[in-house]
């Protein structure tokens, strides 16, 4: 088993595919795009909106007519979305589980938390995969 550390000059040896990918994200512009897609706006200009409907992006941005509805973002943002929000929803559980309320209180009120954040968290989810797909491909 090889290790990424070089004794000789005493710092960690980064693989090429590693650095590939370090340089993707800590780009400014790749940065900026994915910012500007958390948001909800054009990645390419940060002006735009980037839905005409829930989650239904525009062909074209309406400031800029950059082709923003030809990336797709297909399951990542559900993907995305699940991975974030599952240790959260299991604190709430949790949480209102050990509040020993009636399960007439508990269940609607956990029900209706879920929607809300799901609701809240996948168009930013999917902007955030829009606006990086966007800076790989520009």
């Not at 399951?75 to 949790?94: F, K």
């Not at 949480?95 to 609701?119: C, E, F, K, M, R």
Request: aromatic letters at 8%; a positive charge.
């Amino acid at each position: 088993m090889s290790s990424n550390w070089d004794a000789h000059h005493r710092r960690v040896v980064i693989e090429p595919a590693t650095r590939h990918f370090l340089k993707l994200v800590w780009n400014v512009q790749m940065r900026t795009s994915i910012l500007r897609g958390l948001r909800c706006f054009c990645p390419a200009c940060g002006r735009g909106r980037l839905y005409r409907t829930y989650l239904k992006p525009y062909e074209r941005c309406e400031i800029c007519h950059a082709p923003i509805g030809s990336v797709r973002a297909d399951d990542g943002p559900t993907w995305l979305t699940v991975l974030a929000l599952g240790p959260v929803l299991i604190i709430l559980t949790m949480t209102i589980a050990g509040a020993n309320l009636s399960p007439w209180i508990s269940y609607p009120l956990l029900a209706g938390l879920i929607i809300i954040l799901v609701i809240g968290a996948l168009p930013r989810a999917k902007g955030l995969f829009i606006g990086a797909l966007w800076g790989i491909q520009h």
